[in-house]
């Protein structure tokens, strides 16, 4: 399967080498990224949501939260929300948050969560537009709400709904919140998502409530019937040769240059552990990012309900690998040899 994965990605660069859009944004992207958007979606529908909004390379940087939880506050959801929130807070032509609710989630959920939202502190100037998105039916309710909005984004973002491909719920993908690289499809579809600076994923950590929203994800996916389940962490960089760097790695070889104080946390956090696994101390952002690969992949073992599915045999260590990813063509290979 992940051979499969890997084909897929080199085949959809080589069909995009003949639209000149697409080529387009590849050369913007290699210049750097200028996202508009910051793109707050459920796990489940991270992968989604960027073709619901046909959102191309390099329009949306993407976070995350727990489908069917409340976004915590930014304090305690440093890693899949405020850290990615305050990175976005640099780009220029940011001109609004973007979250998104699936059909079935409770009134609570979707309003506290954008409460929540609110109080992030780089939120403060950005209009938020909220929407309940039905990604079966291809259609796409507004949520009014109390604080900033824009009119006239939330017209243009309603404009361009269209229909998803099927969601591969067997499939978890973890990547970096980088506008530029996007969710590989698998041979069933979307995957599901969580991004994240660098595509870490924090140890679990029963006093974070992030992570005790993630451990009950992992028991709920991982209770589901099925032979075919894998978590593919897919890392970026410059891997073909030219492009740019993943920026989260790259800002943890020199974090003492970091004002922002949710975005220092994290990356101080993400040095650290990359720190302790490395022998050597990465040279490159490329070599960073492949130790924090590692790290997620590490870290996501330390949550119970991923444990107890590797012991039961439910999750086979065989179906958790690291991939990498060109940040411009967004081809992706192995980290290691696949025995598939
Ligand atoms: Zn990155």
Redesign the pocket.
């Known amino acids: 399967m992940i051979r499969r994965i890997t084909e897929l990605s080199a085949k959809m660069a080589a069909e995009s080498s003949d639209d000149p859009e697409a080529l387009e944004r590849r050369f913007q992207a290699a210049k750097g990224q200028s996202p508009r958007f910051l793109l707050l979606s459920p796990i489940h529908r991270s992968a989604q949501d960027l073709q619901v909004f046909r959102f191309g390379q390099g329009d949306a940087f993407h976070a995350t939260r727990v489908t069917e939880q409340i976004l915590p506050l930014p304090k305690n959801s440093p890693f899949l929300f405020a850290g990615p929130a305050a990175y976005n807070r640099q780009f220029p032509e940011k001109s609004g948050v973007i979250i998104t609710f699936d059909l079935e989630e409770p009134g609570a959920v979707v309003r506290e969560s954008i409460q929540h939202a609110a109080e992030h502190p780089d939120f403060k100037e950005l209009p938020i537009s909220a929407f309940r998105v039905d990604y079966e039916g291809a259609s796409v309710r507004l949520i009014a709400h109390g604080f900033d909005r824009d009119y006239e984004l939330e017209n243009y973002v309603l404009k361009r709904v269209s229909k998803p491909d099927y969601l591969d719920d067997d499939t978890l993908a973890v990547l970096?919140s980088?506008s530029r690289?996007r969710p590989p499809l698998t041979p069933n579809g979307l995957p599901m998502a969580i991004q994240t600076?660098?595509a870490y994923l924090p140890a679990y950590n029963e006093t974070l409530e992030e992570t005790v929203q993630l451990n009950q994800f992992f028991g709920n996916w991982l209770s589901k019937e099925s032979i075919e389940r894998r978590i593919i962490v897919v890392v970026?960089g410059n891997f073909e040769g030219e492009g740019p760097p993943?920026?989260?790695?790259q800002a943890s070889l020199s974090v003492e240059d970091i004002r922002e104080d949710y975005l220092r946390r994290v990356i101080k956090v993400i040095d650290a552990d990359a720190r302790h696994a490395e022998e050597n101390l990465a040279g490159t952002p490329e070599e960073r990012a492949v130790t924090i690969g590692k790290v997620s992949l590490a870290n996501l073992r330390t949550y119970p309900a991923v444990a107890d599915a590797i012991k039961k045999g439910v999750l086979h260590e065989d179906f958790m690998r690291v991939l990498k990813m060109d940040t411009v063509t967004n081809v992706v290979s192995p980290y290691e040899l696949e025995p598939l």
């Open positions: 970096c980088d690289v600076l660098g970026h993943c920026g989260a790695a």
